[in-house]
């Protein structure tokens, strides 16, 4: 594995104590071995960042990566009809269609600083092969439901648990049973997802409160709301990831917390569906729910990009609550950092840029203009305010250089369009 000199960069530690540091990294064998004011070693690659920003590389905890393919496809309709064009266009999809879409996604969240994910889907088996040849990490969520619910064929959890047998030792890849909600799996299925999460030692995920109407049929089917109703079964413990959690009273975030549950925040997903709400981020905090930041996939989003989503995340709890102190720059920031990399139950090896950790890195240009002016009290301000994907220069995930000076250097940048624009237009007729 290559080693790697970082030289003369503004280093954005995301550290126990939020260090802003200025001095130079050495990564060697995927780990950072050393941070220091000066550092003369030899290395295969130096990065001179004089003028730039390096930050841990962003976690996305929330995604369909290969869904890429659908983007714009439903824009401005009401949620109804957004579920029908997309259920439509997803019926006819085919391997080829879910390895194009997950290519897609992979070049376009190494272009954005994003070096880790976390994906729910089916056919994740093609989305590996594009996690391996791009070189990010991929925490890959086979979807689990009801088989009278399902599309697949065979079962889903048996099919979860091959995908992880098959795929648990491949380097990068993170193989997990990830359960589409309570509208699609009974109680049979949430506790079969739990017991493969358990055997194979994975996070278990799943879609959490994100619309009324999915709260509201819940309740009246159950007599519980859905996070009450999941901690009722026995499915919450500490290695469950819940996306979007919008919709949530005080007792159920109360419920997240004491088991350990952590969130995927969506924002700009939550807003462009307008289902309505804000995911109560404040009161998460105050009773202690690790909370993560996530973009969804491309059908309700758009982009993956997760310096744009920091800055919308933080502006929409603002305007909320009437209160521009309520989520700062720097807890927004932890939010794509640290937190997500707590969220996988990997915080000793990424989310900050500390020795011994993984060498998991994204490096900004701060010369560009909207930058400028950068000092280290304003360096998280500008992260989260004014930087988004463009602004990204190099990537570097487990110790080696995905991308230098905005040139991809792991994938064929013109291929993967290609067959992405192929792919789409076939898939779109």
Known sequence: MSSILIKNAMIVTQNSNREIKLGDIYIDDGLISEIAPSIHSEAEYVLDTKGQVVIPGLINTHNHISMTLMRSLADDVHLNEFLEKTFAVDSRRTRKDVFAGSMLGVLELIKSGTTSFVDMYYWEDETAKAVTEGGIRGFLGWAVLDEDKSTQK????????????????????????????????????????????????????LHLSETRMEVYEHEKKTGKRPAEWLDKIGFFY????????????????????????????????????????????????????????????????????????????????????????????????????????????????????????????????????????????TAVSNIVYSAHGGDVLSTIVNGKLLMKNRQVLTMNEKAVLDMADERSRELLK
């Open 154 to 205: 065979g079962a889903p959890i048996k099919n979860a648990e091959n995908f992880i047998r098959e795929f648990r030792k491949k380097e990068r890849i993170y193989p997990l049973p990830a359960v589409q909600g309570v509208y699609a799996a009974s109680e049979e299925t949430f506790l079969g997802a739990r017991e493969v999460a358990e055997k194979y030692n994975t996070i278990a995920h």
């Open 238 to 377: 500490d290695h469950v990831l819940a996306a979007h959690s919008t919709w949530l009273t005080i007792n159920e975030v109360r419920i997240l917390a004491r088991n350990g549950v952590s969130v995927a925040h969506c924002p700009t997903s939550n807003m462009k569906l307008a289902t309505g709400g804000y995911a109560p981020l404040p009161e998460m905090f105050r009773e202690g729910v690790n909370v993560s930041l996530a973009t969804d996939g491309c059908a309700s989003n758009n982009n993956m990009d997760m310096l744009e989503e920091m800055k919308i995340c933080s502006l929409m709890h603002k305007a909320h609550r009437w209160d521009a102190t309520v989520l700062d720059a720097q807890t927004t920031l932890d939010l794509a950092t640290i937190n997500g990399a707590r969220a996988l139950h990997m915080e000793d090896k990424i989310g900050s840029i500390e020795e011994e950790k993984r060498a998991d890195i994204a490096v900004l240009n701060g010369r560009s203009e909207r930058m400028l002016p950068l000092s280290k009290a």
